[in-house]
């Protein structure tokens, strides 16, 4: 596996490949890899020849300084993962090399996908988030970018993003893996304590729940039921919301239409974020 500190070797790496035809997956990620991330991989390996895999603590996605200081980093542990899932090779760049000196930020003009939700309540997040992946997809300029579906608005706003840049890529969410109690795999799982990480399959469990039952009951009085059963067991809830799984526009009521049920709540400080697809009765 080939590790590339500069955009200037990667760049190099990425012209022989093109030479060869040989096409490229990428799995951006920010490190502290769990098995998640490395389904990433394993599916880019199952499309593509070669896959890249970037890690990168991105600062301009934090808008909290505390959430950026305490995010975990282990890359030994990280490639040690990545090379026994065949990456071929792994970006590790540092600041300067993805933000230079004279670097000016664009505005993404994502509209209404960064307003709500995670938007909401991170504010910047999103724009953060379209700047390191548009310096990446530049660099790296993959064939295909894989990106979780457990960040469901995070691949709505990156899809949006790649239509804006018009990026000639291919663009794959893969389902998100949990733990088996239900809980969501994410780097920040490592910072729960153990009461907090037993607590913490909480979450899916009352997505389970709403799901299950929202064809047959009053959606706001099921959501309103679930948030404030969290909100007794010890967390503090941003949001629990029924949306479009088209545009994440809020609906009050399933009518049937596809659907996802997004949550984000924390315990103390750690925030956990999650969610559910509903598929329309049509698909059924
Ligand atoms: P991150 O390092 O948290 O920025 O995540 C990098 C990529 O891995 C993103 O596309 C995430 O959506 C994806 N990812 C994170 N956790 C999971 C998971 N539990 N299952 C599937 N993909 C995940």
Redo the contacts with the bound molecule.
């Keep these: 596996m080939k590790i590339f500190k500069t955009a200037e070797a990667l760049h190099t790496e990425r012209i022989k490949l093109s030479n060869r035809h040989i096409s490229v997956g990428f799995?951006?990620?920010?490190?502290?890899l769990?098995n998640?991330?490395i389904?990433?991989v394993q599916q880019a390996k199952t499309s593509k020849p070669y896959v890249i895999t970037s890690i990168f603590v991105n600062p301009t996605q934090f808008n909290n300084a505390q959430d950026f200081e305490l995010y975990p980093i282990s890359v030994e542990d990280d490639l040690n993962q990545l090379e026994a899932a065949g990456c071929d090779a792994v970006f590790l760049p540092s600041v300067e090399e993805i933000y230079p000196p004279g670097y000016v930020a664009p505005v993404y003009p994502i509209g209404y996908l960064e307003t709500v939700l995670e938007g909401a309540y991170r504010p910047g997040h999103f724009q953060g988030v379209c700047q390191v992946v548009d310096r990446l997809l530049q660099i790296v300029q993959p064939n295909e970018m894989?990106?979780?579906?457990?960040?469901f608005q995070?691949c709505k706003v990156l899809e949006k993003m790649v239509e804006l840049k018009q990026y000639p890529v291919q663009l794959t969410f893969?389902?998100?893996?949990?733990e088996t109690d239900g809980l969501?795999?994410?780097?920040r799982n490592r910072r729960l304590t153990p009461e907090q990480r037993r607590l913490a399959p909480q979450l899916y469990q009352s997505l389970i729940l709403i799901k299950e039952n929202i064809d047959t009951n009053d959606t706001r009085y099921i959501i309103t039921n679930e948030i404030n059963k969290l909100e007794q067991s010890g967390f503090k809830v941003d949001y629990l919301q029924l949306a479009s799984a088209n545009d994440l526009q809020p609906l009050q009521q399933w009518n049937g239409e596809n659907a996802v049920l997004l949550v984000a709540a924390y315990l103390d400080k750690i925030r956990l974020i999650d969610n559910i697809e509903i598929a329309a009765k049509s698909a059924r």
Excluded: F
């Design positions: 799995v951006p990620t920010m490190g502290a769990h998640g991330h389904t990433l894989l990106l979780g579906r457990k960040d995070q893969v389902p998100t893996l949990r969501a795999m994410s780097s």
